[in-house]
């Protein structure tokens, strides 16, 4: 049985991931930002910015991350903490991994038998604009694009072999 | 409800700020509320300060907030203080481990003020 696989076969197929990891971002927008997340058109980013990015190891192995530009994780923070923030400082970097942190969470507690045998890192965030993740897995990443407030945020799951 | 106070424990200021805000919310009059990135400075401010109610995360660096909940017996000011933890973690393993541990409630991260609540408020009125 291949790693895939075997994932597959303890905790669902992955491909049915996409809308619970999609709804596990929706629940995490409205209950912490009280922001509704509509799905995107286009998956173009601007300049991404800034990423947010979990590590999940045990029955599932892999890597959660969400990328939007500064002035879209400033807004997030913005919406967390119901206070006026203009720019992206250490707060907004605490806030934007905390949202990362909580969307992986979220899902993994949605996939049937995946809570209890799956551990999350703390979440990590990079900024800048010259940068790319590159995933040492032939297995295709889980993405979304969604808007909030309008604003492009791209998350995707990238699961390990 | 009389004054309380409370000491969150987050590796995040922003959800430690989050959680006071959501206590507010909750209606609590809280007096006095304590801060701590990790268990092994919660145990530190413990030793110095009572408190009426600790809400903790799980996923901390330094001390973790299960290793936390294990250590709080040898604080004498911590001696009947509930915990509650606040956490991403909420497989029912992890309910379980906390519970066992020590903890008194278990809010799942993301919550609303309302969860807050409905944990916190039977726990303070003393109501097993």
Redesign the interface.
Known sequence: MTPASAVSAATGDPENWTPLLEEAAR??F???LNSSLTRSASAKQEVPGITAMVGLAGRLCGLLSIRCNRKTATLM?SK???MEMSEADG?VF??F??VG??V???F??KVPGL??GCM?S?PTVVTGTDYSLHSTTAVPAIELHLLFENLLVSIALQISE | MNSISALIVD?????R??VE?SLRQAGMDLKQVLEAANGAEALGILNENLVDIILCDI???VMDGLEFIKQLPTVVNAKGVPVVMI????????VVQAISAGARGYI?????AEQVKEQILPILAGKP
């Open positions: 629940e995490v409205e209950l912490m923070a967390m903490l119901a707060e605490d806030a991994g905390e942190n909580m992986a969470g979220n993994k507690n809570g209890d999350l703390v | 590796d995040s200021s922003v959800m700020k989050i805000r996923n901390m660096p956490t991403t973690e909420g497989s029912e393993a992890h799942r991260k993301p919550f609303t």
